[in-house]
């Protein structure tokens, strides 16, 4: 199985070249016969549309960009980024994998932040749910950047059988690490690590690159195998197409390894969820 990240830089705001964009590099992934093309957060938008988020945000089932990525989705399956409008005047940050003409899934960002340079929950809704779905290559899981960050939302990936978890992601580049790397990047790295490793998936991981408004993305993306290994990466700041051959026999070989799966209890988890969170109430 053949897996490509599109780390690249959206044009803000601009639907039009962005969609030309996917479409090349979707071409360029079935020259490479790759398997899953998996692009960044938002990548059909850009990433700080602040007022022009109304504007841009479409209503996947029946948008005619929509349809020109779906129909180009036979030979391979897409994850990519954009602003949904659910109902009317509600809007999600949310991402959508397609294959095989269709939409099998959209995942809506539920971690939306707000602090330093982050304003999200002023422009969209929450998202409400972590779902598995079944896709050919094996059961998949979505995540949106800061949805990653909690590790709550990768537990409930796990316990609900993924095999892949994919992240999409706009994370900037914030503080120097003694390893010439941004220590915002290092974070995102060990999480890779940890939650492949610990839920003996597939962690594949999307960041754009460039600048908007002035601030730098930092790129940086990767795939962890199972048992946590780095298997491949992009170089900081650079837009680059990486393609990583990857074996999903690995899943099975992992969680016979390390039986985290099979011993899990995800019933005594909500037992205690429910006293705790029942507890604050009081």
Not at 75 to 92: D, S, T, W
Not at 211 to 240: C, R, T, V, W
């Amino acid at each position: 199985m053949k897996i490509g990240l599109v780390q690249f830089a959206p044009h803000l705001g601009n639907l039009k070249k962005n969609l030309e964009l996917h479409l090349r590099y979707i071409e360029l992934a079935k020259k490479k016969n790759i398997d899953l093309l998996v692009f960044p957060e938002l990548s059909l938008t850009g990433y700080l549309l602040k007022d022009l988020v109304e504007e841009i945000a479409i209503q996947p089932e029946n948008d005619s960009l929509f349809k020109k990525l779906r129909a180009e989705t036979q030979g391979l399956a897409a994850v990519l980024g954009f602003v949904e409008e659910k109902e009317k005047g509600l809007f999600y940050n949310s991402s959508a994998y397609l294959s095989k003409g269709k939409t099998l899934s959209i995942h809506r960002k539920v971690f939306l932040p707000t602090y330093g340079m982050f304003d999200e929950a002023r422009f969209y809704a929450q998202g409400r749910n972590f779902k598995p779905f079944p896709t050919p290559l094996g059961t998949t899981g979505m995540l949106i950047c800061y949805d990653f960050l909690h590790f709550g939302s990768s537990y409930l990936l796990f316990v609900g059988g993924a095999e892949f978890i994919i992240v999409l992601s706009a994370a900037p580049g914030r503080g120097l690490s003694e390893q010439e790397r941004y220590s915002s990047s290092e974070m995102w790295e060990l999480m890779g690590e940890a939650i492949s490793r610990f839920t003996t998936s597939f962690l594949i991981y999307c960041n754009r690159v460039g600048f908007e408004d002035g601030i730098q993305f930092a790129g940086g993306s990767f795939i962890f195998n199972p048992e946590g290994k780095l298997l491949a990466m992009s170089p900081y700041l650079e837009e680059h197409f990486l393609v990583q051959e990857i074996e999903p026999s690995e899943i099975r070989e992992a969680r016979k390894k390390w039986p985290y799966r099979r011993d899990e209890k995800p019933e005594i988890i909500l037992k205690a969820l429910k006293k705790l969170v029942g507890k604050d109430e009081d």
